[in-house]
């Protein structure tokens, strides 16, 4: 008797694997191809090898490769700063309120996710009229007169803080479901043998929640090498491109109101993607095989 072949798994996987293939792969390959041309989004790409790679990573005096390396360098601060807060605070959260004299614990999650549901942009409007000279909450509250968006170093602590304001409650939720699932038979034991909050954390709760931790950070990492919308809309990249990441020299170079540098900054787009590919696999790697 000849088997009936179950075609229900196609249509539940074939959209997303369309998807994939129009918005994400095909972009991603024509992206790289752009990266060895010289485009303006309008004629023909013409191909021009490594020029645009030797320009930005080579010729000192090129301003593609001051752009490249101001932005890179505060893309790397913006991840250096946010992505251990992103991981800390959430983890802390967490552990806190699973302790049993924590009351309404749902709803203290449902407050601290809420954030998170907001868009970027909408987030970063909002902490912009909160840290306003003028008329902001945050002076007229202390009595003080920082201009914190065009002065360092507060205009790296307002993008800081609204990233995490809006982050940290979707990374709460995983390290919750991880700790939930760990046998309370464990905890029961350990505070038997007489072991303390702390004990118990890096004894039991630490080690149960690794790979919770693994893909955290390195989605919290590969997204803060992303960062755009917040150093846009509350710094402009100020003051004196301070705040300038490396996403918006590439927005600026694909898009600018001038002649359109696409390949180049397809160019730097792709440099990027493989900073962010490294880094992604050291971490994995230095991480699972500890695991």
Avoid: C
Avoid at 130 to 151: D, P
């Amino acid at each position: 008797m000849q088997n009936k072949r179950n075609f229900a798994p196609i249509f539940f996987v074939g959209p997303h694997i369309i998807l994939f293939i129009v918005f994400i792969l095909i972009p991603s390959i024509y992206g790289i191809y752009a990266s060895f041309t010289k485009w303006n989004l309008v004629a023909d790409p013409v191909w021009v090898g490594l020029d645009n790679y030797k320009t930005i990573l080579a010729d000192s005096d090129s301003t593609f490769n001051s752009q490249f390396l101001n932005g890179l360098k505060n893309t790397l601060l913006f991840v250096v700063l946010s992505v251990p807060l992103m991981i800390i605070i959430p983890l802390m959260i967490a552990v806190s309120l699973e302790h049993k004299e924590v009351k309404l614990k749902n709803l203290f999650q449902t407050l601290l996710y809420v954030p998170g549901l907001i868009s970027i942009s909408a987030a970063a409007l909002i902490w912009s009229l909160i840290f306003n000279k003028q008329l902001g909450i945050v002076n007229n509250l202390f009595g003080s007169e920082a201009v914190w968006t065009t002065t360092q170093p507060y205009a790296w602590i307002t993008i800081i803080v609204v990233t995490v304001w809006a982050g940290i409650g979707g990374n709460m939720i995983i390290y919750r479901a991880g700790i939930n699932g760990v046998s309370r038979d464990l905890y029961e034991s350990a505070e038997i043998d007489g072991a303390g909050s702390i004990r118990k954390f890096f004894s039991i709760t630490l080690p149960s929640i690794k790979f919770p931790l693994i893909y955290t950070l390195v989605m919290t990492t590969a997204g803060a090498f992303n960062v755009f919308a917040q150093p846009l809309m509350m710094t402009s990249g100020g003051p004196r491109q301070g705040t300038t990441v490396l996403m918006m020299y590439i927005r600026d170079l694909a898009f600018s109101h001038g002649e359109s540098i696409a390949g180049m900054a397809s160019a730097m787009a792709v440099l990027l993607g493989l900073v962010i590919l490294v880094i992604s696999a050291f971490q994995y790697y230095a991480m699972s095989r500890n695991a």
